[in-house]
Structures are given as structure tokens and as C-alpha cells.
């Protein structure tokens, strides 16, 4: 956290940014079955990253990088 923080303030050059653009002012109120929009893109997000993970052969390849060689052996 304290990398990206400081990785973002160096892009930035330490200014505050704040996304003021109407464009995204309709994100929030907007709601599809009483969740919020914000809500339905995090699910779809999951879904998305949880397939990816399990279907692909990324997904095997990102799982299998570590120590316990028996485990990614097993995996696939």
C-alpha cells in the first residue's frame, strides 16, 4: 500500500486528484434490482477474474507460482 501510494505521487507530482467528471456522476444512483450500479460492476468483475482463473491457462500458470511444487503439480 505504502509503494503504490508513493508510486501514485510521483505520477501525480503529489497533486490530489478527484474525479469531478459528469460522466461519472451517474454510477452511483443508479440501481438494478435494489443493488447499486458499483455493486453489479465488482460482481461482474469477480465472475470475471474467477473464470479467468480457473478456465485458463493464465489462470494455472498464475496459481502454480510459488514453493509447494506437489500442489501445482496436482493442479494441472
Known sequence: ??????????????????????AFAFLGPVTFHS???????????AVLVTVLM???????IIK????NHQAWRVAG
Open 1 to 22: 500500500m505504502t509503494t503504490g501510494r508513493g508510486i501514485a505521487q510521483l505520477i501525480t507530482e503529489g497533486r490530489i486528484l478527484t474525479f469531478t467528471d459528469p
Open 35 to 45: 443493488l447499486p450500479l458499483p455493486v453489479w460492476m465488482w460482481l461482474a468483475t
Open 54 to 60: 480457473r478456465c485458463t491457462a493464465l489462470g494455472l
Open 64 to 67: 502454480a507460482v510459488g514453493i
